[in-house]
């Protein structure tokens, strides 16, 4: 089984919101991955979590924070975001070995609008 | 940077035709070689990767080459079939981190 499950799959927020994305896999991956993607762009990376701790963090506005609460679960808290940010955010896990870049699989992604 | 270059953009084939799909990444680090595809609507899903061990990998109608000395890596896709049509991305690994580099997306279209 390479599923990894994203909720909501639509979500439409004010800029004044707040709101979460979560990402769920039982793979018994050790890395997980925040991407966002822009219509007829390729996926851009934001956060990587390896063993339940950040990582890699893409310079990403503080608007977005992560969570990784446990090795299956990876959230992305939203708030006071801006028109912009509207994208498909996508969820990948991994296996982690040091110095090996493993095979990601990717969620379906939550498809977001900010008004 | 890091970089990878992606060619062509938009690829229209008949079906049965065959399909070529070339990238270039810059940095010689790179040991790691996947290919995704995307559906409309849909996350990229892994069609086929390679390591930098090995200069040529198969799955039924799907194939990597790699020239590591030039760069290069390429996706062959024989005998094309209309489901086949989706966005392409190929990626490379950077350095020892567990970050990939996308290329900018081939959109292949097969027609009936």
């Known amino acids: 089984d390479t599923e990894v499950t994203q909720t909501p799959k639509h979500l439409v927020m004010g800029m004044t919101n707040k709101k979460s994305l979560k990402c769920e896999q039982h793979m018994g991956h050790r890395a997980m991955y925040w991407y966002k993607q822009k219509a007829k762009k390729p996926p851009e990376l934001m956060f990587v979590?390896?063993?339940?701790?950040?990582?890699i963090n893409e310079s990403v506005p503080s608007r977005f924070s992560p969570e990784c609460p446990n090795s299956s679960l990876l959230n992305l808290h939203l708030h006071a975001l801006q028109p912009e940010d509207s994208a498909l955010y996508l969820c990948a896990s991994s296996h982690w070995t040091s110095g090996t870049q493993e095979t990601q699989y990717f969620g379906p992604g939550t498809r977001l609008l900010v008004l | 940077g890091e970089n990878v270059e992606q060619h062509p953009s938009t690829l229209s084939v008949q079906e049965g035709d065959s399909a070529v799909i070339k990238c270039t990444y810059s940095d010689s680090a790179s040991n790691y070689f996947p290919w995704y595809k995307q559906e409309l609507g849909k996350g990229p899903q892994l069609i086929i990767d390679i390591r930098s061990n090995v200069g040529e990998k198969k799955d039924q109608r799907i194939a990597v080459t790699l020239n590591k000395t030039a760069k290069h890596f390429s996706l062959h896709i024989t005998e094309t079939q209309p489901e086949d049509s989706a966005v392409y991305f190929c990626a490379a690994s950077f350095h020892n981190t567990d970050k990939l580099i996308f290329g900018t997306g081939t959109r292949l279209q097969v027609f009936p």
């Open positions: 979590y390896s063993y339940e701790k950040l990582s």
